[in-house]
Nanobody
Framework: VQLQASGGGVVQAGDSLRLSCTNA????????VGWFRQAPGKEREFLAGISRGGGSTTYADSAKGRFAVSRDNAENIVYLQMNNLQPEDTAVYFCAAAPVLAQLTRGSKYWGQGTQVTVSS
């Protein structure tokens, strides 16, 4: 598994961004994929996860209502749609993969390189 997050940038409060997580390896549909973020001086935080087939999703309270995770296994890509971004959403965003959805929040996982999201007020 070789993950890469992309799509970050500098936006204004209230804007939207869609992040992408791609896999250079094979069998992406064999993994649940999650999105995390880490702000300066803070611990890495789980945001959202999607099951291998895309039929199940889970969200942290901080992501519910504004963020949506989806995947296209034919294209080997997982998305994180982020709406109504606020300055407190400024962080480096990472994607990660694990064999099952539950393991994204408690267990070993594969990490990709992150992408910076900066939200100005």
């Amino acid at each position: 598994v070789q993950l890469q997050a992309s799509g970050g940038g500098v936006v204004q409060a209230g804007d939207s961004l869609r992040l992408s997580c791609t896999n250079a390896g094979r069998h992406f549909n064999a993994y649940a994929v999650g999105w995390f973020r880490q702000a300066p001086g803070k611990e890495r935080e789980f945001l959202a996860g999607i099951s291998r087939g895309g039929g199940s999703t889970t969200y942290a309270d901080s992501a519910k209502g504004r963020f949506a995770v989806s995947r296209d296994n034919a294209e080997n890509i997982v998305y994180l749609q982020m709406n109504n971004l606020q300055p407190e959403d400024t962080a480096v965003y990472f994607c990660a993969a694990a064999p099952v959805l539950a393991q994204l929040t408690r267990g070993s996982k594969y990490w990709g390189q992150g992408t910076q999201v900066t939200v100005s007020s």
